[in-house]
């Protein structure tokens, strides 16, 4: 690595520095405080976020408000840059250039990232780089005072040995987990013969299936053959009992129908038999039919005559009865009339009785009322007139004169002298209240003339023979004239003041007790007012009392009358009561007139009556001469019994006649069973041919049966045997399956423990070479002499008196000089700066055949005299054993040997660099 340029802008003292650096010795000058070191501390800021401030903010120049390094350096023939910009928060990021001339091309942003990418590139660490490279300003010797295993770790990393280190500390955890493998291999491991001896076993066995499989597979077709076969001759057997079967039950179907058309037959034969008889019987019973007739006709107008004749007697009765209600209607009809005018008269009389009480019970509500408005009256006038005495009374007390009060009569008397009397009172009150004010003003007045005295006489008492008012001399008399004058004005004045309290006094209190009578009085007219309306109200009652007086009056005149009225009802009534029973009987007669209807009426039915009998009585007559078993003093119980027996025959005769109505169709029914009978009889012989022509054989029939049935269980045993075999053969393939993968994995699970097993081993093995006794120790080994030639000869040119130096396991030095061997805690400060300075050199020297460009020394001359400044200068200057070094120095000889010379200067607290 090489820098080639860096930026700071607001770094610490730097505003905005840009420095180009260069191969060779770049050598950084400048007085204490121009900002030396802060360049180096750039630099390593820049790389890896190194600096001397306790955090970034201290970074920033003070009273800025961002920073920004960058830093331009070269690795492996590339050319990069880093730029760490802090605004509100830091940002890094690194840019690669693509070609010489190109342009930077962002790699990576992010402090992870960034560092991440610079270790790739570098190949270093900030502990290398603050170790090796950057040497800062006083920690010179440090490398020398490390403890052991710091230096060794150190070393390490110098010699690039560090990664050994870092690769047996990666590898334990490597070997751990390859050990739980194992173990967890060891818990999967078995023996796998057993297994294998059972595979074997159930490879056998499958065979063995296998064959039998195979033997019931070929019985199977075998019986399977002559399966076919026999269904072949089977279902031709049963095609030919089918037809059998059908021409059979087609036979008996047919014989069945063949006895039920005989049977029919026969019936049909009986009932035309019946019919014949019939037939035979109703000529008998017709000449018995033809005289029913003639004997109804004639018991018909026999009961006819008796019910005319029970009429002609109800008629004639209703006549008789007729002429008897009429004698009663004549004898009745004065006494009759008698009653209806006294009836009409003593209904007029009850309502005008009805009017008169209903007058009556009026005037008794009224008279109840009159009580209780006169109580109320009263009442109200007792009130008022209370009222109006203790108004007057009031009025008297409050002191109105006694003989207006005396005047005082009515209601407009009293309210006009109250208001009169109010109107005083109120003008006694304002003069009273004018008075008060009056004499107040006056007090004020005589208050003002004390004050105007006391002034003056003060003055008189304090300053001799001045007049307080003009300011001339006056004598002793006419001062004490004065004192008098003012001392008498104030008495007065005084007394003035308690006079007219005294008076105001007396008149507030005769104020105060106007106001009062003057409260009582416009409370007493309010009063009056209310008092006045009550007694209106009591004016118009006494109005209404009047009137009902006046309705009251009649009363009398009115019971007299209805007394007059009832005793006229009560004549009447005993007029009406002698007519009563002529009037019921009128009324009853009357009555039944008009229910027997009219005398005329009835003869004209007479008339019917006996017109109807003779019709009848003829009629008789000719039945008689029809039949000479009739005769008219027949019995009523003869006559029934003949016409019930002739009724008798008469429903015989009608039953026949229906019966015998079928004849026509028995005879037709006869004539179609007949035909049918014959051709049922030739169907039946069609089919017994059909029978006798059939091949099927029921013994034949038998023998396939049985032998198709005996082949169907044959099969079917096979076949179960089959089934069963291959269930099993398929349960032995799984087995034989799961065996072999079994002992698979017990082969593999064996080979990857033995695999593992032996790699463990061997990364043990490679642990330990790694270990820091192994090859690290052989490396700081090997490197040691090579580190101890190079700082040997470094240390050589500081001239010290010491012969020989060496360093060893440990890195620890020893010199050897006149008085022996000394460690680096015998040497002085200056020699154990040149020792460590040449350790370091030597390190470096010894590593730079490619890791190392560059290394940064901050005043490597500190603690060193003149003459070994001198020596350190030159041997800086003679060396090339880096392609860069830069040097931060105040020592100006070293600026002759500076390729780059670069001054830095401070002006006004601010960093300038003048190359
Ligand atoms: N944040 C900051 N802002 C401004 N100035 C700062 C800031 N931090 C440090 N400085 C100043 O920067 C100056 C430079 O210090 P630096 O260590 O670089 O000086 P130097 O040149 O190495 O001096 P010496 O020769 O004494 O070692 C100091 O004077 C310090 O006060
Ligand atoms: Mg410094």
Redesign the pocket.
């Known amino acids: 690595m090489i820098f080639t340029k860096l930026k700071l802008i607001n770094f ?2 730097h505003e905005n520095t840009i420095i180009k650096f260069d191969k060779g010795i770049s050598v950084i000058v ?10 180096l ?1 750039g630099i390593s800021f820049a790389l890896f976020k190194q600096h001397t401030g306790k955090k970034i903010d ?5 009273n800025a408000q961002s920073m920004l390094v960058e830093l331009g350096f070269t690795s492996n023939g590339r050319q990069y840059k880093i730029i760490r910009e802090k605004k509100s928060n830091l940002t890094s990021s690194i840019y690669k250039k693509t070609s010489a001339d190109g342009d930077y091309v962002h790699i990576c942003s992010g402090d992870k990232e960034v560092a991440n990418e610079i270790r790739q590139i570098l190949d270093i660490d900030s502990d290398l780089f603050l170790n090796a490279i950057y040497i800062r ?1 006083g920690e010179i010797s440090e490398l020398v005072d490390k403890t052991p295993a710091e230096k060794k770790k150190l070393i390490g990393k110098l010699l690039g040995i560090d990664s050994l280190e870092k690769a047996w500390n990666n590898l334990l955890p490597l070997i751990t987990d390859y050990e739980n493998e194992l173990s967890e291999l060891k818990g999967k491991l078995y023996n796998s013969d057993e297994l294998k001896e059972n595979l074997e076993k159930k490879k056998d066995e499958l065979n063995s299936l296998k064959e039998r499989g195979h033997e019931l597979e070929k019985n199977i077709e075998e019986v399977n053959e002559l399966r076919d076969e026999i269904s072949e001759s089977k279902r031709n057997m049963e095609r030919e009992k089918e037809i059998y079967e059908a021409q059979s039950n087609n036979l008996i179907s047919e014989e069945k129908t063949l006895s039920k058309l005989e049977n029919d037959k026969r019936t049909v034969q009986d009932d035309l038999d019946k019919i014949n008889n019939a037939e035979e019987e109703i000529e008998r019973l017709e000449k018995y039919v033809s005289k029913l007739d003639t004997y109804l006709d004639f018991e018909k107008s026999v009961t006819s005559i008796q019910n005319l004749k029970e009429k002609e007697k109800e008629i004639n009765e209703k006549i008789d009865s007729i002429n008897r209600q009429k004698e009663i209607i004549a004898d009745n009809k004065e006494n009759y009339n008698k009653f209806l005018v006294s009836d009409e008269e003593i209904s007029k009389l009850d309502e005008q009785k009805l009017s008169l009480e209903k007058e009556l019970a009026t005037m008794a509500k009224l008279e109840k009322d009159k009580k209780d408005f006169l109580k109320q009256i009263e009442d109200e006038r007792n009130d008022i007139d209370n009222f109006f005495s203790r108004a007057k009374e009031k009025l008297h007390d409050n002191g109105l004169d006694q003989d207006i009060v005396a005047g005082i009569d009515n209601f407009t008397q009293i309210e006009n002298a109250t208001n009169d009397f109010l109107d005083e009172t109120s003008t006694k009150i304002k003069d009273l209240g004018k008075d008060i004010i009056s004499k107040n003003e006056d007090i004020v007045v005589f208050k003002q003339n004390i004050k105007a005295c006391e002034r003056p006489l003060e003055e008189l008492g304090e300053i001799d023979n001045k007049c307080p008012v003009c300011q001339s001399d006056i004598d002793e008399n006419k001062k004490k004239e004065l004192v008098d004058q003012y001392s008498n004005d104030i008495e007065t004045n005084k007394r003035l003041i308690s006079e007219n309290e005294e008076a105001v006094r007396l008149l507030t209190k005769n104020k105060e007790s106007f106001e009062e009578k003057y409260d009582i009085l416009l409370d007493l007219s309010k009063n009056i007012i209310e008092y006045k309306q009550k007694f209106n109200h009591l004016q118009s009652e006494i109005y209404k009392l009047n009137e009902i007086d006046e309705k009251l009056e009649s009363k009398e005149y009115i019971s007299n009358k209805l007394g007059e009225i009832i005793l006229l009802i009560a004549n009447k009534k005993s007029e009406r009561e002698s007519c009563q029973e002529s009037y019921d009987l009128y009324n009853q007669a009357q009555g039944a007139l008009e229910v027997l209807g009219s005398v005329t009426e009835l003869q004209y039915q007479l008339n019917q009556i006996n017109n109807e009998i003779d019709n009848h009585v003829s009629s008789i007559k000719w039945v008689i001469e029809q039949d000479p078993h009739l005769s008219g003093d027949i019995s009523e119980e003869e006559l029934q019994d003949r016409i019930n027996d002739l009724k008798q025959k008469n429903e015989e005769f009608n039953q026949l006649k229906g019966f015998v109505k079928n004849k026509q169709s028995y005879l037709t029914q006869l004539d179609s069973i007949k035909e049918d009978i014959g051709m049922s009889i030739n169907q039946i012989d069609i089919i017994k041919n059909k029978i006798n022509a059939s091949v099927y054989d029921e013994e034949k029939y038998e023998q396939i049966i049985y032998r198709s049935d005996m082949y169907e269980r044959r099969y079917n045993t096979f076949n179960n045997e089959l089934s069963e075999i291959k269930g099993r053969a398929r349960e032995t393939i799984v087995y034989v399956k799961d065996l072999t993968e079994k002992i698979e994995k017990a082969d593999k699970f064996q080979q990857e423990y033995n695999d593992v097993s032996d790699y463990i081993n061997l990364l043990n093995h490679i642990r330990s070479l790694y270990s820091k006794n192994g090859i690290q120790k052989d490396l700081r080994n090997i490197s040691r002499p090579l580190i101890q030639k190079y700082t040997k000869e470094f240390f050589n040119e500081f001239n010290f008196n010491y012969s020989d130096l060496t360093l060893d396991e440990e890195y620890d030095v020893t010199v050897y000089g006149p008085e022996g061997k000394s460690s680096m805690s015998m040497v002085s400060g200056g020699e154990k700066i040149a020792i460590a300075l040449a350790l370091r050199l030597g390190i470096t020297q010894a590593m730079s055949n490619g890791e190392l460009d560059t290394i940064l020394l901050d ?1 490597p001359t500190i603690h060193l005299d003149n003459s070994r400044k001198h020596e350190l200068i030159n041997l800086l200057k003679e060396m090339s054993l880096l392609p860069q070094m830069i040097i ?1 120095t ?1 020592e100006a000889q070293l600026e002759n040997a500076a390729d780059n010379l670069i001054k ?1 200067e ?1 002006v006004n ?1 601010i ?1 300038n660099v003048i190359v």
């Open positions: 610490k003292s400048g007085e204490n405080g121009a900002g030396k070191s802060t360049i501390e201290d970074l920033v120049r003070n300003q005043e931060v105040h830095v401070k607290g960093s």
